[in-house]
């Protein structure tokens, strides 16, 4: 083997590299998995990254010439990963939230993402008061700028009208609602509604239902309109 490391079983310090670097030769992972990887590219390029619970899975990939900005961009979009810096430490997460100060809220990247821990992430980031425990093994994704708490619960809602999303003053609450409540058919309905819009040129839109009332449907159309 002539200048290439190939990482397939556990991973070593000594196998990567005997040295640091800004940029490294060739490396190449088979099957691994993306926590070994980064690991791997941490001691690699002399950088702390650290991987939060979100992430998971296998990959493979070969790096070449890279510095470390390229290698990362290489290897976390495939997987809906994003990274980014704090201090000396890159973090790396399925789930990135960065504050908005023009827009007064968030700007939110998530891929297929436990709902949980996107609220409870959202909610410390926020610090805004939402409770739930309804929406556990679902998942999600958003990407959005400038997201509030009660846009991203509105989001919520949409996504998942058999819970009930109330706010009590600053608080939000989410829980199970009666599966044959009027008001749980009502979110329903109001759901596929929304599911139902389809944005046209010139400013037109189109409207897919076959069974909906008059009253939802030109509710999702103003709502579409803004």
């Given at each position: ?213 008059f009253r939802n449907a030109v509710g999702a159309l103003a709502r579409a309109a803004g």
């Amino acid at each position: 083997m002539t200048g290439r490391t190939i990482l397939a079983g556990v991973f070593l310090a000594a196998a990567v590299a005997s040295t640091v670097a800004e940029t490294v030769g060739e490396v190449e992972f088979r099957d691994r998995p993306l926590t070994d990887i980064l690991l791997a590219l941490g001691e690699l390029y002399g950088r702390s990254i650290l991987a939060d619970d979100t992430v998971s899975g296998v990959a493979s990939c070969y790096l070449r010439e890279q510095e470390l900005e390229g290698a990362l961009a290489s290897l976390l979009p495939a997987h809906g990963l994003y990274s980014w810096e704090e201090g000396d430490i890159v973090r790396v997460s399925r789930i990135r939230l960065e504050a908005s100060p023009s827009q007064g809220g968030f700007d939110v990247d998530a891929e297929r993402v436990d709902v949980e821990t996107l609220i409870r992430r959202f909610s410390e980031a926020s610090r805004t008061a939402i409770l739930s425990g309804a929406l556990r093994g679902r998942t999600i994704s958003i990407h959005a700028k400038g997201l509030t708490p009660r846009a991203l619960m509105d989001i919520v809602q949409q996504r998942f009208p058999d819970v009930l999303v109330e706010w009590t003053g600053a608080a939000c609450f989410v829980r199970e609602s009666e599966p044959g409540s009027a008001a749980a058919a009502a979110r329903r309905e109001r759901a596929e509604a929304a599911r139902a819009i389809t944005v046209a040129p010139q400013g037109c839109f189109t409207l897919r239902a076959v069974e909906l009332s008059f009253r939802n449907a030109v509710g999702a159309l103003a709502r579409a309109a803004g």
